[in-house]
């Protein structure tokens, strides 16, 4: 696991020294992904440089060192990640007659995309990784991400200079870039909690997509496609159902799962694995501990707070599988000390506060392994999420026409345009008139012209809608919120699914666990996001993903042929902190100097009187933590980053 960064000067009139000074200098502002070593490449004549940093897993010698050049010397690698099939690749590049200097999988990733190109490379290796390869041959700079976005990778366009890099601090330390906030992008951001991909949260950046890559030429036109599409392998999955009978399903999801978690334990460091006794890790954990010829690493963190430690559960888990497993609880100050990192490690406005104890238990695993695997992805293949079952019942409650629901629609709908539309707002005291219009949307977005989006983009929302919230809102929400999914997933919960892991899975839980891990110097793997799980957990009807009100039916069968039911029977539990407590008492003073009255009014960004309402009614008693914390990690991003 790495870091990569590098830009091409359109201008070539750069010495190759200065360049390589230049994204050294890049590079080491993400020492945190990669402090074993450091390297750099430059070629003066194409205007190209790559910049790295290393944190040494597979072949620890300096055959891995990068970027790296072929044997031939034709083309170049910087690469972020892990090719947990790279043993795989290799006969065929060894019938070629290639001779390989160590055992790493970036060397096989580079030979391979020279022997038979970068996207047939991609279409073949599993794993998790972010990609810049450079083919002199005809010059084209390739970039790439993996298929469901584990790893970050941002492409800049400033003037006469293309930018890449793992993440935004690299690009600030260019002398082209220009930081100034996209307003799109922090409008989606005030409404989800995070910037979605494809944007970022400075203008002429964007995060590539998961599954995409991006060809430059020489002259720095940027093309970028999908080579992976989660969105069309999932309607394939549909088209080709699994016909087999329950104990078939479940036995070839545990081979795939297997097969997953035996390419994820390859490793030339400690491993080990993040258990919070929920279903998804516990399964990761159960299946490691299978193939495992020692107890595994498991590590839970525990706070001393009702409603919020799983660490009882984790350590039965456990106990039962028998691994060897390191328990840490944290106190309520422990937590809060970590609050004035966040702007720095998350480099984006990011708003998602179980970041919070992600970063804790990635520094506890850290402190006696380099790798760690974790449960995430879950929920998104099988179905998993509370709102799931709440998009099913409202969905069913408001379908067909004449029905009660479709009227509710029509007059809500109504009713939130006439609001809008007239001045009424303004004879009415300004927090008031705020909530009045947040509550109108809510309704139209429940019962509007499309029911299914106005509905599910309410339920996946952690913020307000901009357009509340924001002096200038610009938000341009992404084709999948238009209703373009229906056709091809017509069921609530499977449109709701697909759309979690177009946009949540890499935009939020993706982000928060790399940032976290790699802060800390971590490298984590997801088993359960390999392609081919994916792949198979979409051709699944939906009775084995959820049955008689039980998420997860067939990720929870393989989990209960290694653990007893009473260990995992029990409400979901989200990984979080009690945000809305600590806003009213140890966060208090931090927040109030962050959304003063005169501060907002000063910057103009957001609404006074809508921010200083929610702050005043959460005071008193109501809940708004999660609208509150959005503001709030956008102003300490500001502060930190000098916006």
Known sequence: MCGITGFLDLRRERGEQDMLDLVRAMAATIVHRGPDDDGAWADAEAGLAFGFRRLSIIDL??????????????????????????????????????????????????????????????????????????????????????????????IARFNSTVMFASELRCLRNHPDFRPEIDQASLSSYVRFGYVPQGQSIYRNVEMLPAGGIARISRNGDITVRRYWSAEMVAFEGKQNPFTGSDAEAVDALEELLRQSIRGCMVSDVPLGAFLSGGIDSSTVVALMQAEAKRPVRTFSIGFDVPGF???????????????????????????????????????????????????????????????????????????????????????????????????????????????????????????????????????????????????????????LPPEDLLVAPAETLNRMWSGDLAKSFPGPVERAQIIDTLQYLPCDILTKVDRASMAVSLESRAPLLDHRVFQFAWRLPERMKRRNGEAKWA??????????????ERPKMGF???????????????????ISESRLKREGIFRTETVRGLWNRHQAGETWQYQLWTVLMFQAWRDRWGM
């Open 576 to 594: 979080g902190v009690p945000i809305d407590v600590w806003l009213r008492g140890p966060l208090r003073d931090w927040a109030e100097t962050l």
């Open 61 to 154: 010698s300096p055959a891995g060192h990068q970027p790296m050049l072929s044997a031939s010397g034709r083309s170049v690698i910087a690469y972020n990640g892990e090719i947990y099939n790279a043993s795989d690749l290799k006969p065929a590049l060894e019938a070629n007659g290639a001779q390989f200097r160590g055992h790493s999988d970036t060397e096989v990733l580079l030979e391979h995309a020279e022997a038979f190109g970068i996207e047939p490379t991609l279409a073949k290796a599993v794993g998790m990784f972010a990609v810049a390869w450079y083919d002199r041959r005809d010059g084209s700079l390739w970039l790439a991400r993996d298929r469901m976005g584990e790893k970050p990778l941002y």
């Open 309 to 463: 430690d799983e660490a009882p559960h984790a350590r039965a888990v456990a106990k039962h599988l028998g691994t060897d497993h390191e328990e840490l609880y944290f106190s309520e100050q422990d937590v809060l000390d970590v609050v004035p990192r966040l702007p720095d490690i998350w480099d984006e406005p990011f708003a998602d506060s179980s970041q919070m104890p992600t970063l804790l238990v990635s520094r506890m695993a850290r402190s006696h392994v380099t790798v760690s695997l974790s449960g995430d992805g879950g929920d998104e293949l099988f179905g998993g999420y509370g709102r799931y079952a709440q998009i099913e019942k409202t969905m069913s409650a408001i379908a067909g026409p004449g029905s009660l629901g479709s009227s509710l629609g029509r007059m809500a709908d109504a009713a939130a345009r006439s609001l809008l539309a007239t001045p009424l707002k303004v004879f009415l005291p300004p927090a008031i008139a705020a909530g009045l219009t947040r509550r109108s949307h809510h309704l139209a977005q429940m019962h509007g012209a499309h029911p299914f989006e106005r509905t599910y983009i309410t339920l996946s929302s952690q913020g």
């Open 555 to 568: 990720l929870k069968q393989v989990l209960l042929r290694y653990v007893p039911r009473e260990l995992i």
